[in-house]
């Protein structure tokens, strides 16, 4: 099943198949909030309202974990995806991006505009699947740009962690990205924080902010978190 995923402010993908994708703004500007609907959404109307981060009950969270090898287990394989695009147009940037489900691969596409913004971003929401977890594994396939994994945790208000997602680019391909020594910034800046810690996670995804106007894609089949 093929669905495309619209814009708005905030949103949620649900449903077993797919659903919409919603664009808020980044942590670094306000962080992403908890979605309440138990029904697969439309296109969904524009809002204002500061969100919050919170976990996701267990009316939207992510497909039960299940073990795909003695280190790892998977947390997303987007049959109950529970995602969310983030764009600059909070700052007033005029990157754009939207995303769609098929055949449980989730690709989002769009087009970075560097001047009042440069950014756009796709994060899905974690409820103590990463605990214990040391790495991610993930299958992607990208156009090559500079993608960075985020992810955010309660012990850090305001701060969000980075890694670079070493991908090759132009073909399906795993890519294995650390959980420790990630960047803590607030608002793009670095700034000294705790640790990510993976237990106290909320959620996770991938950034493209390398600073290059034009069109980029990103594809995800799957995440795996490892010990």
């Given amino acids: 099943m093929r669905l495309h995923l619209a814009i708005a402010s905030v949103a949620v993908v649900a449903a077993a198949c797919g659903g919409n994708l919603a664009a808020t703004s980044d942590r670094d500007i306000e962080s992403a909030s908890s979605p309440s609907t138990t029904t697969r959404p439309t296109a969904l109307p524009s809002t204002t309202?500061?969100?919050?981060?919170?976990?996701?009950?267990?009316?939207?969270?992510?497909?039960?974990?299940?073990?795909v090898s003695d280190r790892c287990v998977r947390i997303a394989d987007?049959?109950?995806?529970?995602?969310?695009?983030?764009?600059?147009?909070?700052?007033?940037?005029?990157?754009?991006?939207?995303?769609?489900?098929?055949?449980?691969?989730?690709?989002?596409?769009?087009?970075?505009?560097?001047?009042?913004?440069?950014?756009?971003?796709?994060?899905?929401?974690?409820?103590?699947?990463?605990?214990?977890?040391?790495?991610?594994?993930?299958?992607?396939?990208?156009?090559?740009?500079?993608?960075?994994?985020?992810a955010d945790?309660?012990?850090?208000?305001?701060?969000?962690?980075?890694?670079?997602?070493?991908?090759?680019?132009?073909?399906?391909?795993?890519?294995?990205v650390p959980l420790t020594g990630m960047e803590p910034r607030v608002f793009g800046n670095l700034v000294t924080?705790?640790?990510?810690?993976?237990?106290?996670?909320?959620?996770?995804?991938?950034?493209?902010a390398d600073g290059i106007d034009g069109e980029f894609t990103f594809e995800i089949d799957w995440i795996d978190a490892c010990t």
């Fill in 193 to 208: 924080s705790e640790p990510f810690d993976p237990d106290q996670a909320t959620q996770i995804g991938v950034i493209l």
């Fill in 49 to 67: 309202s500061a969100p919050t981060t919170t976990a996701p009950s267990s009316s939207t969270s992510e497909s039960p974990a299940s073990t």
């Fill in 78 to 150: 987007f049959d109950e995806p529970n995602w969310f695009i983030v764009n600059d147009g909070v700052m007033g940037g005029r990157s754009d991006a939207s995303g769609v489900i098929d055949s449980s691969r989730l690709k989002w596409s769009g087009t970075i505009v560097t001047v009042g913004g440069g950014f756009s971003s796709i994060r899905g929401l974690v409820d103590g699947s990463l605990a214990g977890a040391t790495e991610l594994e993930l299958r992607i396939r990208t156009d090559g740009r500079a993608y960075e994994f985020l």
């Fill in 153 to 176: 945790d309660d012990a850090s208000t305001r701060v969000t962690h980075y890694n670079p997602i070493p991908a090759v680019g132009g073909d399906w391909e795993v890519v294995v």
